[in-house]
């Protein structure tokens, strides 16, 4: 796989330990899901990942996102299995936040949002 499948831009921020492994553990779901299923699972497909701190927000926030692109169209599943669980779920809770997927039709998107606080909190 080419390293232009993926588009990845942000500015460095610092991560605690529980949440940079909650992280890695949701992006490798959604890497192995695109691959078998969705933008990755065809030639043209591609993911854009992009993370920002709002300095707008109250308190000051962090929002990542996951937007996949060319790939099949996308259907919801069936059934909510482990993963798409554990990235809902899980994940939210180590960043104190709100992790949604949505099923789009043109491309599977996830986002992250939380306080910046959140990026290092431990419990």
Same mark, same amino acid.
């Given at each position: 796989?080419?390293? =232009? +499948?993926?588009?990845? #831009?942000? *500015?460095?921020?610092?991560?605690? @330990?529980? !949440? ?31 993370? =920002? +701190?709002?300095?707008? #927000?109250? *308190?000051?926030?962090?929002?990542? @996102?996951? !937007? ?56």
């Amino acid at each position: 796989m080419s390293a =232009d +499948r993926f588009r990845v #831009a942000g *500015p460095d921020l610092a991560l605690g @330990s529980k !949440q940079a492994l909650a992280l890695t553990m949701a992006l490798h779901e959604l890497a192995t899901n695109a691959m078998k299923y969705g933008a990755l699972s065809v030639e043209t497909g591609h993911v854009q990942v992009r993370w =920002d +701190r709002d300095d707008h #927000a109250e *308190p000051i926030g962090f929002r990542l @996102s996951w !937007q996949e692109h060319g790939g099949p169209t996308v259907t919801p599943p069936r059934r909510q299995g482990f993963g798409s669980r554990m990235i809902e779920q899980a994940l939210a809770g180590y960043f104190d936040g709100i992790a949604e997927l949505d099923y789009d039709p043109g491309g599977l998107r996830f986002e992250l949002t939380s306080p910046l606080t959140g990026l290092t909190q431990q419990d």
